[in-house]
């Protein structure tokens, strides 16, 4: 995972985290693409799943960089969730497969809210 920090007076702070999940590159049988998005006003990326009728999702203010990758719509195979996290004041997102780390960060008292499951993906034990 990689996190743009938006509190640098630059703007250009991207940050390597650690890799969060196992995702393919190319279509699996069961899966589906997810897209990463950007809002150039406010320099926040985010990763979605396609719209309902198979195509790139939308989101007013963002537009569509491409397909990140491939991963599952429903927990199967193995997969666990991908949960989010929104800080809509710092105009950010987090994703991780620990309900724990998810959990800690909701209630840091710093302006997270629960973004749901983005989609399911491998473990990284699963390699």
Do not use: K
Request: charged content about 10%; hydrophobic content about 40%; aromatic content about 14%.
């Amino acid at each position: 995972m990689i996190a743009y920090d938006t509190n640098t007076a630059n703007h250009d702070n991207w940050q390597f985290q650690n890799t969060a999940f196992l995702a393919w590159l190319n279509i699996q049988e069961f899966t589906v693409p997810f897209y990463q998005m950007v809002n150039t006003n406010t320099d926040d990326d985010y990763n979605f799943l396609p719209a309902v009728n198979g195509g790139p999702p939308t989101a007013a203010g963002f537009s569509v960089q491409g397909i990140a990758g491939y991963a599952y719509t429903t927990q199967i195979c193995g997969s666990v969730p991908l949960l989010s996290a929104v800080n809509a004041a710092a105009s950010d997102h987090w994703w991780t497969t620990n309900p724990n780390d998810h959990a800690d960060v909701l209630a840091s008292g710093t302006g997270w809210v629960d973004g749901g499951v983005a989609f399911y993906v491998l473990p990284l034990d699963s390699a």
